[in-house]
């Protein structure tokens, strides 16, 4: 049986293995923030120290004098650089585009970020057991705001009220990037592709005239 991306993401942290990497296709920061959040949980639930690195911070070989797990995440889009971790013996997770997910799809572990509802729904039902389907809703609409909503709710979900920031509209942007990725996916049709790319370039320029 398949298992869910947030499984994946629990049973990497959970393996003994320090020299395994992830690779993340986030698609937008809001979603990999959501993901973030979801290592973060299970770090802190398995007493595993986060180390987040950036491209001008050199890596280093984590030293484990207390029996300490450590994991490093990393933000790369470079293919070069992400070749560059992948024989050291650190545990690396390195949120990155769909192209290097596509490259390094045999090589490693990789989460596709595109399948980020069924995960939000998985990771709200199943590991926070909360199973309010206005929230689970609410938090797929705007993925950065899981934290914020869940935690409110946890407190007191009687007296729970969902954040004015999350309104109900469609997500124009992750559609048309959920297209491309469904063109990349099945034909590859160039000219369809392009269109696409240009159709998202648009309502950006037009969504920042009328903001």
Known sequence: MKKNNIEKINDFLDNEDNSEKLIINQISEGIGQFYLYAISYRSK???????????????????????????????????KKIQEQLP??????????????????????????????????????????IHDDALIRNCILTPPLIFSETS???????????????????????????EIFNIKRN???????????????MYKKFNFLVS
């Open 187 to 201: 034909n590859n049709d160039i000219k369809k592709n392009y269109l696409m790319h240009k159709q998202e370039v």
């Open 45 to 79: 639930l398995k007493n595993i120290q986060l180390k987040l690195e950036s491209d001008e911070t050199p890596p280093y070989e984590a030293v484990d004098l207390f029996g300490l797990k450590e994991v490093e995440i990393m933000s790369l889009t470079n293919s």
């Open 88 to 129: 050291r013996k650190q545990k690396i997770i390195i949120f990155s585009d769909y192209k290097n997910f596509k490259k390094y799809l045999n090589q490693t572990i990789t989460i596709n970020g595109y399948d980020y509802e069924k995960d939000i729904k998985f990771f709200i039902q199943n590991i926070l057991e």
């Open 152 to 178: 409110k709710y946890l407190t007191n979900s009687n007296g729970y009220i969902k954040d004015l920031a999350i309104e109900e509209e469609k997500n124009y942007i992750l559609d048309i990037r959920k």
